[in-house]
């Protein structure tokens, strides 16, 4: 089964990535798609440039698209995008990192039923909090790039995330109604290493960003790939 995998670069779409690797599929490169707008509702923003970076670390090959974000064009813009795909690798399915979101994963099979693709979604409906644990046992390390929810702790930013750092997070989750996987866009994510990475990357200078007491963002001003 020859697919593609949408990569944001976040934690979900790695570990989808990686699930695809681990159950025979012939990965062909990563998909991704930049918005012009940071409130896309269906695409990842923040550090979204990193993800050349994670290609050559993973040496899979990179595609790149642009949408507007916008809510309606943004879907025509992903059809488009794999069309291309689908062409250029002949794939046979695509992979994603969905994990709550019914708008996401129903308008991606839709889509992908309309081009003739199957669609994956190793991740739907997993357990949130074992989701985390799993993670960072599995060797990803992860850096929280956003986040924009009371009672996540801005002191994560930039951090790579210990096992203590997850608990924490599950305890916040708890103690404060939010999603502990962050599925509900409370704080975004990169990967920097993983299983599957040839190399890991480096985050050399950033700044964080505060947008109110509880939102914060980082800003990537240089990171570089080293040998692990």
């Not at 291309?84 to 308008?107: C, E, F, P, W």
């Not at 889509?111 to 799993?134: S, V």
Request: proline share 3%; with cysteine; charged share 30%.
């Amino acid at each position: 089964m020859k697919v593609c995998v949408l990569y944001s670069g976040g934690k979900d779409s790695n570990y989808a990535l990686h699930w695809a690797v681990l159950h025979g599929f012939d990965v062909k490169c990563l998909v991704t798609f930049k918005p012009e707008r940071e409130d896309s509702y269906m695409f990842h923003y923040p550090c979204i440039d990193v993800t050349e970076l994670q290609s050559k670390a993973l040496e899979i090959p990179l595609e790149r698209f642009y949408t507007s974000g916008d809510k309606v064009r943004e879907l025509e813009d992903l059809k488009t995008g794999l069309e291309k795909v689908k062409t250029k690798y002949s794939i046979d399915g695509v992979v994603s990192g969905a994990l709550l979101s019914d708008y996401q994963r129903m308008n991606l099979s839709t889509i992908c039923e309309e081009l003739g693709l199957k669609t994956y979604n190793p991740l739907w409906r997993k357990d949130q909090a074992e989701y985390m644990r799993d993670l960072v046992r599995s060797g990803f390390k992860i850096v929280i790039t956003a986040i924009s929810v009371y009672g996540l702790p801005v002191s994560l930013l930039g951090k790579e995330l210990t096992e203590n750092d997850v608990e924490l997070i599950i305890e916040k989750a708890e103690e404060y109604g939010y999603n502990p996987a962050f599925e509900g866009g409370e704080a975004e994510t990169i990967v920097v290493d993983a299983p599957l990475f040839k190399k890991r990357i480096i985050l050399k200078k950033y700044t964080i960003v505060k947008e109110s007491l509880y939102s914060a963002h980082i800003e990537v001003q240089e990171m570089e790939l080293v040998d692990k």
